[in-house]
């Protein structure tokens, strides 16, 4: 593994990784290498990644997935720059790459033509399809989550609906990151590298997985979320007074109880008919407007109190620009301030995870297109 890199006193620290990605899925990988302490080149064609400009719902995607890199602008297409990236390829651990089918074999950027000459090199391709019948149609996260059953899953009955993020994109980079530390564990054994492949498809239908499994235990396909015979009771979204909105789930007896009380209706505790979850689970709908009508008129504020101090499941329908004032995810270190491209400061969501009770975070400004390309480029043997 290289040595060279800073100091960071993070379990990646001397993995050097170079990254050949756009949009979300192959930088979600290198994303989390870099956080973890790897130092990741990002090579980016003349221009800067087209990923930088894009409009509407994909103007977050490059500050959200590439903090923690090194930025390289090559033109892979011209022979001083294939012959450049080659080289610099081979003083690195781990190649990531999400281009369509064919284009790094046509470049010769494959693991096949790599690993003759660099064997330990650990190479992971972000794909729309692992290798079968579909491996070389086109694939956007949406159109996995419309073959993955997931759109199905999601939406009413005859109306699939795509999940609301990019959800196999960044699941797929988590595979991909999982893949690598795997890979460089077996490297220290074997001393040899690997090909990994990640693909959105496939996440997709791991996303999917349960229901799969229930179908084949049950013989019944399942239903669509919004359709589903739920296995409790109270397990619903209700509307408050000013039209605010609360999740309340009472998936036990003693939770129904307890939710009776907070609500102020002894009556639907003390009923017979609605002693158990079964008993009231052949009554919800009923149920539900019953309860409903009792908080129609409470205050999220105070409602969301009591049931809080009672240990009731509750959540506020929350939308991503709330997020930013949310006062545990800036008390658990979830945000965290960076430096953007253009020089202005912006805060973006740290991984998940805490790491020997530290929070991995933000470690340089966001690169500006082509930063690092004398530093990088200068520890060539033909510099």
């Known amino acids: 593994m290289n040595t060279a890199s800073a100091a960071t006193g993070l379990p990646l620290e001397g993995v050097r990784v170079i990254e050949f990605t756009h949009m979300v899925m192959g930088p979600t990988c290198g994303m989390i ?16 990644d087209k990923t930088r400009t894009l409009p509407g719902l994909g103007v977050g995607f490059f500050r959200s997935f590439n903090r923690n890199k ?5 033109d892979i297409h011209t022979p001083e720059g294939h012959a450049t990236a080659v080289e610099l390829i081979g003083q690195c651990d781990v190649m990531l790459e999400n281009f369509r089918p064919g284009l790094m074999t046509k470049l010769g950027l494959d693991y096949d033509t790599l690993s003759k000459t660099h064997p330990k090199l650990v190479y992971v391709s972000h794909k729309g399809f692992l290798p079968g019948p ?71 239908v791991f996303l999917s997985a349960q229901h799969v ?3 084949l ?35 036990s007896d003693k939770q129904f109880q307890t939710l009776c009380r907070v609500i102020d209706r002894p009556d639907l505790a003390t009923d017979p008919a609605l002693a158990t979850n079964a008993q009231r689970v052949a009554v919800r709908p009923e149920l539900l407007r ?17 049931l809080e101090a009672a240990g009731l499941p509750y959540a506020p329908i929350t939308r991503p620009d709330q997020l930013v004032d949310d006062p545990h995810l800036l008390a658990s270190g979830g945000l ?23 929070r991995p975070g933000v470690r340089q400004p966001l690169a500006k297109i082509g930063e690092h390309t004398d530093e990088v480029l200068a520890g060539l043997h033909g510099r």
């Open 33 to 48: 290498l870099a956080d973890l302490g790897a130092e990741v080149i990002k090579i980016e064609p003349p221009g800067g």
């Open 70 to 74: 090194k930025s390289v602008v090559l």
């Open 134 to 204: 579909y491996e070389h149609r086109t694939a956007l996260d949406e159109v996995v989550q419309m073959m993955g059953g997931l759109s199905y899953m999601t939406g009413p009955a005859g109306r699939p609906l795509r999940a609301g993020t990019s959800v196999n994109d960044i699941m797929g980079g988590m595979f991909g990151a999982i893949g690598v530390l795997a890979a460089l564990r077996e490297r220290e054994r074997t001393g040899r590298g690997q090909e990994i492949q990640s693909a959105l498809f496939e996440n997709c």
């Open 213 to 215: 499994q229930q179908f």
């Open 217 to 251: 235990m049950t013989g019944e396909p399942a239903p669509p979320m919004p359709s589903r015979v739920s296995a409790w009771s109270v397990y619903d979204v209700f509307t408050l007074a000013e039209g605010e909105q609360l999740f309340i789930g009472a998936v």
């Open 290 to 306: 019953y309860l409903g009508e009792t908080m129609a008129h409470r205050g999220i504020a105070e409602l969301s109190a009591q």
């Open 336 to 358: 965290a301030p960076m430096q953007a491209e253009d020089g202005t400061d912006t805060q973006v969501v740290l991984l998940p995870l805490l790491m020997g009770g530290r």
